[in-house]
């Protein structure tokens, strides 16, 4: 078993306030606790509202199946509109 851990930096055009920020923010958080049964968490202050950091876990089997949730979950994070992804690492524990 292995644990992978996945930041990314995201940049929320138009968002003026943080209730704007939250209303992006937390579809997409269910949407990946739901759907692909991750552990999802905003992570260290952002600097500003129009940014936010999202650290994600998933308990994987092999490096193999790391990679495989890894694509669905940057796919789904892609796919959100109002989201800009900056920045994206990956590391194995």
Not at 1 to 15: A, H, N, S
Not at 31 to 39: E, F, I, V
Not at 68 to 87: C, G, N, Y
Request: hydrophobic share 45%; glycine share 6%.
């Amino acid at each position: 078993m292995r644990v992978l851990i996945v930041t990314f930096d995201l940049r929320l055009p138009g968002c003026r306030s943080l209730k704007e920020r939250r209303h992006v923010l937390e579809p997409l958080k269910q949407r990946l606790r739901r759907d692909l049964n991750l552990s999802v968490s905003e992570v260290a202050p952002a600097g500003g509202r129009d940014r936010a950091r999202l650290g994600i876990a998933a308990v994987v089997e092999h490096a193999a199946a790391g990679d495989a949730q890894l694509s669905r979950l940057t796919a789904v994070v892609e796919r959100e509109p109002r989201i800009v992804i900056v920045d994206q690492s990956a590391e194995y524990w």
